[in-house]
């Protein structure tokens, strides 16, 4: 997350922050308007002093990002691995010679779907509570 945002609310541990493209007019206007729909509520581990009005960068730890990218790329590769051994079985099932063809086949099907699963889940299920802010932009 490279983008800019703006806060709008700040405590000592959490930082309501809303994108900067919505505009920095809405960042300390306290009318509760709604027109600023996206608020995301962001840890401030680092302790940063920030105010409302002022720009931030936020992003996951480091440890969170290791974690993501581990599951991310070792879940399609143990797919893959699992289409090559399950190409036999499906094989006895649809009555076919076990071929390389058909193992490559299995590769492809599994880490495609593997990969696909990823993505999805990470896109319905966003772990806001993770975000933390990363910096404080002049």
Partial sequence: ???????????????????????SACATCHANCKACALHITVANTKRFDVKPGQKVRIGLSAK??????????????LAAVLGFFAAAPIAVVFNVPVTEQLRALCVLVFLFAAGLSVILAAKKKRNLEKLDIAAVCS
């Fill in 1 to 23: 997350m490279n983008t800019q945002y703006i806060v709008t609310a700040a405590d000592s541990d959490a930082v309501t922050v809303t994108p900067a493209e919505n505009g």
């Fill in 64 to 77: 969170d990002e290791a974690r993501q990218s581990f599951v991310s790329l070792a879940v399609p590769v």
